[in-house]
């Protein structure tokens, strides 16, 4: 190709973001929202901050300075409004549709509950799950899967330090038990998180991927096509979770065929229910959703585990007083208390509550779209499709 040739492609270019720019700028139906000049023009600025993990924190300073509606991307608002949020945009029968573009990206390569955008779909697989994450059933897991994996874990945790003088990597290690459990709560049976040394378990390195994986292809959907072709042929993170998703999906199978299942496991309850009703389930839907179950079951409530336990350890009075509220409570630190009686601790209650307010593992957003005939907010009319 002739140098001329180049020059005149790259000068095409350069015209037509140019173009783009004054449009996003000055003519779009956005164009009176405040906020600052450069989000206007271009999303560049939203996928760093995105990237950085601190997006939320840039937008809250701009709406200090531009008020509770903000432009924040050529086609995109941010609104700070509690009332907004529980009258319009999350209640139950919101007419806002999840944004395609954002949710997409956790497709791995098929999409989960958590991905799909068509309401009605959404609502009916919920409905499936809905028994596994009841009260009552998780109650019924302390003696089968709770009680057992801390039990289990605590013990993997004294012989790492205690019996081989290792210092424990708290992180890792809260991730192992949520692992496990999650994986139990699911499947009905474990991930051997606990047998891995150093609490270096393979998922885990998948795990801490995902974030910035899915970040990039949210922003860059043409990058996660890619993505994904090259995952067929050479493996990554992603196919390392829906692999152990697989091998658990299959081992659950196995398991009702021998009629060892009891309906309480997520995927048994679901698959009973579906059953009953009707309701075909497709396999590659089931193993996606055991990765999300695996994946949000387990960094969330390791980042508040680990949060509990890094604060207790810095102010042990606090540590020796949630002690002898528990003893006092159960009467032997051997026993499995109901989770009933633990609610009754006010000290652990409050701990709990701290950690999740100190330690909230999820700071991103969950952006919604504008139903057909557009929205008004505030006396400014929001079209459809913002």
């Known amino acids: 190709m002739a140098p001329i040739t180049i020059l005149a492609a790259l000068a095409t270019l350069l015209l037509l973001a140019l173009c783009k720019a004054i449009y996003n700028a000055f003519i779009h139906p956005l164009a009176g ?11 560049l600025w939203l996928f760093r901050a995105d990237l950085s993990g601190h997006a939320h924190t ?12 903000i432009r924040i991307a050529p086609n995109e608002l941010s609104i700070r409004s509690l009332d ?20 997409a990206a956790f497709d791995n390569p098929h999409g989960s509950v958590f991905s799909e955008t068509g309401k009605h779909a959404h609502a009916a697989e919920k409905r ?20 057992p994996n801390v039990q289990r874990w605590v013990e993997r945790v004294r012989e790492e330090c205690v019996g081989r003088g290792r210092p424990v990597p708290l992180w890792l290690a809260t991730q192992c038990l949520t692992l496990e459990t999650a994986a139990c709560f699911s499947y009905g049976s474990g991930a051997e998180a606990f047998e891995a040394e150093g609490f270096e378990h393979e998922l885990l390195a998948g795990f801490d991927v995902l974030p910035k994986i899915v970040t990039v292809f949210q922003h860059w959907p043409a990058v996660r096509r890619v993505a994904m072709w090259v995952q067929r042929l050479a493996g990554s993170g992603i196919a390392r979770v829906n692999a152990g998703a697989s091998e658990g999906f299959e081992r ?11 309906g309480m496991i997520m995927f048994d309850s679901m698959m009973e229910r579906a059953a009953r009703n009707g309701v075909p389930l497709d396999r590659t839907r089931m193993v996606n959703n055991g990765s999300l179950m695996l994946v ?15 604060y207790l350890v810095k102010q042990p009075q606090l540590w020796y007083e949630l002690k002898r509220q528990l003893l006092e409570k159960v009467g032997d630190a051997s026993s499995q208390p109901d989770v009933v009686e633990l609610e009754k601790v006010p000290l652990l209650e409050a701990v709990v509550k701290e950690a999740l307010r100190v330690g909230n593992p999820i700071r991103g ?22």
């Not at 809905?130 to 709770?146: C, D, E, I, K, T």
Request: positive net charge; glycine residues 10%; proline residues 7%.
């Open 252 to 262: 659950l199978v196995a398991q009702k065929r021998q009629g060892e299942t009891n």
């Open 84 to 103: 907004a949020y529980t009258r319009a945009l999350y209640c139950q029968n919101t007419r806002f549709a999840k944004a395609p573009y954002f949710y």
């Open 33 to 43: 929202i405040p906020g600052p000049r450069l989000a206007a023009i271009s999303r």
């Open 365 to 386: 957003r969950n952006p919604r779209v504008t139903p057909p005939g557009g929205w008004d907010f505030n006396g400014v009319h929001i079209p459809e499709g913002v």
């Open 128 to 147: 499936l799950m809905a028994h596994a994450f009841s009260r009552q059933n998780v109650l019924g897991l302390q003696r089968s899967v709770l009680y």
């Open 296 to 310: 949000a079951g387990t960094g969330t409530t390791a980042a508040s585990l680990t949060t509990a336990i890094y």
């Open 58 to 69: 840039t937008i809250q300073r701009w709406h200090d300075a531009y008020g509770p509606l």
